[in-house]
């Protein structure tokens, strides 16, 4: 086991040439909420391709448990990605087959009693659920690992607060203790009080990488109001995208 | 992990061919004893015209079918579900990118197998035919003077089927490559698959057409061209085929693969 | 008793202060046994770890001790929960007393005020 879980030095990606991320240097330890946070467009989510594999930096170097992505970190990654990767064809118990042939952390059962608590019938086709019962089986899917790294791309965009509620607490009460899990979002407010430690990422920097308790310590405020703060005039500069 | 890839692969797509296949040989069957059992007592009223024009209508509407559909899982296999939405879960599966490739791969390759011998097969069953019509043709006369002329008949029959083997497995590799190249499109990767295939099917026709003319040129400007043995070139021209064919289809798989594991970019 | 966080302060302080409020309540009586973290966490709708944070610092106030067995317990002498509990007393009364005084009350219209708060109230 490296001492770091994760370990960004010089991470740039740029698509053509339009950059995305800049010299990303980031370490994050085991057993920890983190946020990943900033406005739409600062790079969230390509940091979080890039850490489950889905793409390849342009520069600098990414390490999760020690090895570059392949198949040994996607073993122990479980990516919740920010739209529906389904099949039509398939059930959710079909999803669930394929989970547990190909990733041995996948807890069926689990996984099982999961939908029973959230309402969801597993024997139902996909293609014939309602968008939210689809998010849910996703959300299923990924907690149902007991990965090292949790890798949540906007698990809460879009859905009404009691539905948000219910998955923060889905997340908190069933990812693995020794795990981390980085959920990115520009919601802060509701998920504050969840997360460990945050990261702010502007332009494809991160310009603060501190624990949810210092900053309000240190700030005297939550780090919502920090968040806005920082990123008030941003809409204001303009032009750069 | 290969084993349990290809079990999904199957799995998504087997709902339409259980469906397919089937329905082509029963309508085979149907066929033989509608319009090719009545074919002797010649029957001439509108209504059996009607049902014979119908069948043989909804037969041939099967079997395109079965084709165009093959065609188009191929693509759309490959297309969404590495390259689309579905890539999401694919691409992020402990499993290395030739490994997905490859089952797609087999997985297209047998589909397009069995529904070759679906239609063979068809064909035969629509066809009465009783075996004792066949065995009265003498066959061993002929095979006997085949023996004679081409005594290396079997080895060349055993080498055209490779040779088809390695162009479909080719053909199926260049279209996977077409869609690889688009995914690098941005936002119009459709159109740069597109692109991409029409562009490697015109380079490819260029390098054949000059290939076979320097060829030719060779073999008239050497005195050997009517010393030779014609089985020696007919072995000769299919095992250039054969051997192109795997070049280009390892160029294609493996560019494929580079891509998915390096370019990889999507939506 | 609700979970109340405010937003300016670290939540593991405000977590802490509330499970002392409830150990000198009495909701959770001298030497009963506290809920696992995570079912304190999952209820409070915060992380693990700062509600882990919040129960140590319960231990260095010397109102919670960790059994290697048993879990977590409230303490079981009666005197040092006594102690905290007349702390947030007097501290309550001087936030009182303070605020009331800049109202421009003296001390002794304060004492009319109980007085009349406990006849009519």
């Known amino acids: ?241 | 992990m290969l084993g349990k890839l290809l079990k999904y692969d199957f799995r998504s797509v087997s709902r339409e061919y259980m469906l397919l296949w089937p329905a082509a040989l029963v309508i085979a069957l149907v066929m033989r004893f509608t319009i090719f059992a009545r074919l002797d007592t010649v029957e001439d009223n509108l209504l059996a015209n009607i049902t014979n024009v119908l069948t043989v209508f909804i037969y041939v509407a099967v079997l395109v079918a079965m084709f165009i559909i093959t065609l188009l899982f191929i693509i759309q296999r490959f297309y969404k579900g590495i390259l689309g939405s579905e890539g999401y879960l694919m691409n992020t599966l402990p499993v290395r990118p030739w490994q997905l490739v490859t089952s797609k791969l087999i997985c297209a390759m047998v589909l397009l197998l069995v529904s070759m011998a679906v239609a063979g097969l068809s064909v035969f069953l629509m066809i009465p035919i009783s075996l004792q019509d066949i065995i009265q043709v003498d066959f061993s006369m002929l095979w006997d003077r085949l023996m004679e002329v081409f005594p290396s008949f079997l080895l060349l029959v055993a080498e055209l089927v490779l040779c088809s083997l390695v162009g479909m497995v080719a053909s199926i590799t260049q279209l996977y490559f077409s869609m690889a190249l688009g995914n690098l499109f941005g936002k119009n990767r459709l159109i740069g698959s597109i692109v991409s295939y029409v562009g490697i099917s015109m380079v490819l026709n260029v390098l054949y057409t000059v290939v076979s003319m320097v060829l030719s040129f060779s073999a008239i400007g050497s005195q050997y061209r009517w010393d030779l043995d014609p089985a020696l070139f007919f072995h000769a021209i299919t095992w250039f085929a054969i051997l192109s064919s795997a070049a280009l289809a390892a160029i294609f798989f493996f560019g494929t693969t580079y891509i998915l594991k390096n370019r990889l970019n999507l939506e | 008793m609700e979970w109340k966080l405010t937003d300016n302060r670290p939540i593991w302080m405000q977590l802490s202060e509330q499970l002392t409020r409830r150990i000198v309540a009495g909701q959770y009586p001298p030497g009963a046994k506290l809920p696992a973290v995570r079912e304190l966490a999952a209820d409070a709708g915060v992380n693990p770890n700062t509600m882990q944070r919040a129960l140590a610092q319960l231990e260095n106030d010397g109102l919670a001790v960790s059994n290697r067995t048993a879990g977590r317990m409230v303490t079981e002498d009666a005197a040092v929960i006594e102690a905290v509990r007349r702390e947030l007393a007097r501290k309550i009364t001087k936030e009182f007393l303070s605020a009331i005084a800049d109202l421009g009350y003296t001390r002794e219209d304060v004492l009319a005020l109980l007085k009349e708060e406990e006849e009519h109230g």
Request: with cysteine; net charge neutral; charged share 25%.
């Open chain 1, 1 to 241: 086991m490296a001492d770091s879980l994760i370990c960004c030095r010089g991470l740039s990606k740029a698509y053509g040439q339009r950059p995305a991320l800049q010299g990303v240097d980031l370490e994050l330890g085991r057993g920890r909420i983190v946020g990943l946070l900033g406005p739409n467009g600062s790079g969230k989510t390509t940091l979080i391709k890039i850490l489950c594999g889905l793409l390849r930096p342009t520069q600098g170097t990414v390490t999760v448990d020690g090895q570059a992505p392949g198949v040994y970190t996607k073993s122990i990654v479980s990516y919740l990605p920010d739209r529906m990767y389904f099949a039509d064809w398939m059930k959710a118990t079909d999803l669930f087959d394929l989970f547990a042939d190909f990733y041995a952390d996948f807890d069926r059962q689990k996984a099982m009693d999961m939908c029973r608590s959230l309402g969801v019938n597993p024997a139902d086709r996909i293609k014939t659920m309602s968008k939210g019962t689809k998010e849910k089986v996703q959300l299923v899917l990924v907690m149902a690992r007991k990965a090292q790294l949790y890798l949540l791309d906007e698990p809460i965009a879009g859905v009404d607060p009691a539905a948000r509620d219910f998955i923060m607490n889905t997340i908190l009460t069933n990812y693995n203790e020794t795990g981390t899990v980085l959920l990115s979002t520009h919601l802060i407010s509701d998920i504050e009080r969840v997360l460990d430690e945050v990261v702010f990422l502007q332009y494809g920097r991160v310009i603060l990488h501190n624990s949810v308790d210092n900053i309000r310590e240190q700030e005297g405020k939550s780090v919502d109001a920090l968040f806005r703060e920082m990123f008030r005039a941003v809409p204001m500069e303009g032009g750069r995208f």
